[in-house]
């Protein structure tokens, strides 16, 4: 995964920690652990935080696997666990650049007038389709529901 650019051959380096106007951007913070400086001092106590932050990580992620198929913000979920790592782990900190530079490619792209053109098109069609199926099944069976049983 090529999180630093679109070009072939360049890779993400970690940079050190710059600030701008005195306020560290979110994208200028370099990578590598957000510890605590005493818990980062003593390394059994550094393993543990690793260990809890993977954990909780862990346990936030796969709520959010869980709520993918019920009603529930699962894509919201599973981000927010990413979030909890990437606090303490550099693959989990790139992962999350690299998804917000998509989503923001993807949220120009929608903003683009031929693609806003075209999915106004392509959703007028689809419920064009759907209202000449419900049509169709209104005029077939009517609105009585065919799984509804009379009584004998």
């Known amino acids: ?23 560290k951007g979110d994208s200028e913070q370099g990578l590598g652990s957000r510890a605590p400086e005493f818990v980062k001092a003593r390394r059994a106590l550094h393993l543990s935080w690793q260990v809890g932050v993977f954990v ?11 709520l993918l198929p019920l009603p529930g913000p699962g ?8 979030a909890v790592w990437a606090t303490e782990f ?11 530079r998509k989503v923001t ?13 075209r999915n106004i098109i ?15 099944y209104l005029w ?5 529901m065919p799984w509804k049983i009379k009584d004998q």
Not at 12 to 18: G, K, L, M, P
């Open 1 to 23: 995964m090529n999180t630093g650019s679109n070009e072939p051959g360049e890779v993400a380096v970690a940079t050190d920690e710059t600030e701008v106007d005195g306020v």
């Open 56 to 66: 909780i990580g862990l346990a936030i992620v796969v709520t959010g696997i869980i």
């Open 75 to 82: 894509w919201v979920v599973i981000f927010g666990g990413m």
């Open 90 to 100: 550099v693959w989990a900190q790139l992962v999350l650049r690299w998804t917000k």
């Open 105 to 117: 490619e993807a949220a120009q792209r929608a903003l683009d007038p031929k693609v806003r053109r």
């Open 122 to 136: 392509l959703t007028t069609i689809g419920l064009v389709i759907v209202g000449v199926l419900l049509g169709i």
């Open 140 to 144: 077939k069976f009517g609105i009585v």
